[in-house]
């Protein structure tokens, strides 16, 4: 392969122009443009024949068109005989769903995966899969990264000695236990029902949180009903000042607003997977970036070598 050739969807071009700014590479253009029909069509805008191509998209909202247009992007870049064809994806929405747990509904996390292999992905570089089991939907190879110690890092500037992370559900129990172990910090987790996508209810909090502060910790913030119910608890248990941080914050129904507004809540940190517009962002709001952690491992993708060391050097 001649050399890496990045492009960009649409969907995060912020965050696309700075992974290249790591890279020291120029971000090669792309026209996505849209018939009367609402049909649409991707073109990238340089050579891609036997060379190394990535292409940036996460998928938020809205998650349809960006995962179109990903898909003709990826067709486009097989169709100008690529050498190899990555799929840089910081947010995998489809993540959440990753199981039949109802009579007749699609398993949309294994679908999605499908269809980036059938347009001609060679290999997909993601961040904080909503659960394991997604890793397995892939037919081509993942490279699934973490951002636990860029959040281990931030929280390292603040007193911390009387300090508890909170996992709101058992599901991202395993992840937090990561999170706690870099901070020397206990842990104690929520026993969550979702009833809905706009309700959940927490039945208890196991682990010691009375008189301490609290980090809540959880891979997605979409709707945050999750967040203001395990602080209902928290707050009933005599907790003192929360954090609250993610990977993926998304903050859809104005939920960024409303778990700022909680007394208790004196920092909200997300890292910028996902695009959060000038208009939601709160003064208690922290973003931190990816794209070192992405760049580094585009680099080492490129080069042969092992993405999985990139947890002990970052």
């Known amino acids: 392969m001649l050399g890496i050739v990045v492009f960009s969807g649409s969907s995060h071009p912020e965050l696309a122009a700075e992974i290249c700014e790591r890279l020291r590479l120029p971000l090669s253009p792309s026209i996505v443009r849209r018939f009367a029909n609402d049909c649409l069509e991707a073109q990238l805008g340089a050579n891609c024949r036997e060379r190394d191509v990535f292409l940036i998209q996460t998928l938020c909202a809205p998650v349809q068109e960006h995962l179109v247009e990903l898909l003709m992007m990826i067709d486009a870049a097989r169709g100008a005989s690529a050498g190899r064809i990555t799929v840089v994806m910081p947010f995998y929405a489809y993540a959440r769903s990753d199981k039949k747990d109802a009579p007749r509904i699609s398993i949309g996390g294994r679908l999605v995966a499908d269809l980036l292999a059938a347009a001609g992905a060679s290999r997909v570089l993601t961040m904080a899969l909503h659960s394991p089991q997604v890793h397995g939907f892939f037919s081509v190879p993942v490279d699934h990264l973490n951002a636990l110690r860029e959040l281990a890092d931030h ?3 603040h007193d911390l000695s009387n300090t508890v992370v909170v996992a709101p559900d058992l599901g991202y129990a395993k992840s937090a236990a990561a999170f706690a172990r870099r901070l020397g910090l206990p842990v104690a987790v929520g026993a969550k029902q979702r009833i809905s996508d706009t309700r959940v ?3 208890a909090v196991i682990g010691e949180t009375a008189g301490r502060d609290a980090i ?3 891979d997605e913030i979409a709707g945050g009903t999750t ?6 608890h ?3 248990a005599g907790v003192g000042e929360v954090r609250v941080a993610c990977t993926h914050g998304l903050f859809g129904r104005e ?3 409303r778990i700022a507004a909680q007394p208790e809540i004196v920092e909200i940190v997300a890292m910028n997977t996902a695009p959060i517009p000038p208009e939601k962002r709160v003064p208690k709001l922290t973003v931190l970036s990816v794209a070192p952690a992405m760049a580094a491992a585009m680099q080492r ?3 042969g070598e092992s993405v999985s060391e990139l947890f002990d050097q970052l």
């Open 234 to 236: 928290l707050r009933a």
């Open 227 to 232: 967040m203001l119910e395990i602080l209902q």
């Open 201 to 203: 209810e927490i039945s």
């Open 155 to 157: 929280f390292r500037r």
């Open 301 to 303: 993708i490129h080069d």
């Open 255 to 257: 939920a960024l607003a």
């Open 216 to 218: 809540v910790i959880d």
